[in-house]
Nanobody
Framework: QVQLVESGGGLVQPGGSLRLSCAAS????????MGWYRQAPGKQRELVAT???????NYADSVKDRFTISRDNAKNTVYLQMNSLKPEDTCVYYC??????????????WGQGTQVTVSS
């Protein structure tokens, strides 16, 4: 069984910073693309950023130049450094990963989500 566990969410003032972490555990052979998505109440889940195993990054236009995604392959962990946070960044943030539990057994996994609230 594979699990993704997020941490690092919380309450922050506008202009502040937070760092989210997501660690994968369980039967893991290899992790390909990892990413972060977010969902506000009453809205669809949207892409924030993704990073491939080789380090290629993709960002939503709304977070470019403010957020940075990174990963540590040795620790099966992905990070999201969020700077210059705005009230509209308030969402539940979800970790996502494509994980091989065997040579050919690939499945997409989601974390349980972590709340980020940007408010004064």
């Amino acid at each position: 069984q594979v699990q993704l566990v997020e941490s690092g969410g919380g309450l922050v003032q506008p202009g502040g910073s937070l760092r989210l972490s997501c660690a994968a555990s369980g039967k893991i052979f290899r992790i390909d693309t990892m990413g972060w998505y977010r969902q506000a109440p009453g809205k669809q889940r949207e892409l924030v950023a993704t990073i491939t195993r080789g380090g290629s990054r993709n960002y939503a236009d709304s977070v470019k130049d403010r957020f940075t995604i990174s990963r540590d392959n040795a620790k099966n962990t992905v990070y999201l450094q969020m700077n210059s946070l705005k009230p509209e960044d308030t969402c539940v943030y979800y970790c996502n990963a494509d994980i091989y539990s065997g040579v050919v057994t690939l499945r997409n996994y989601w974390g349980q989500g972590t709340q980020v609230t940007v408010s004064s």
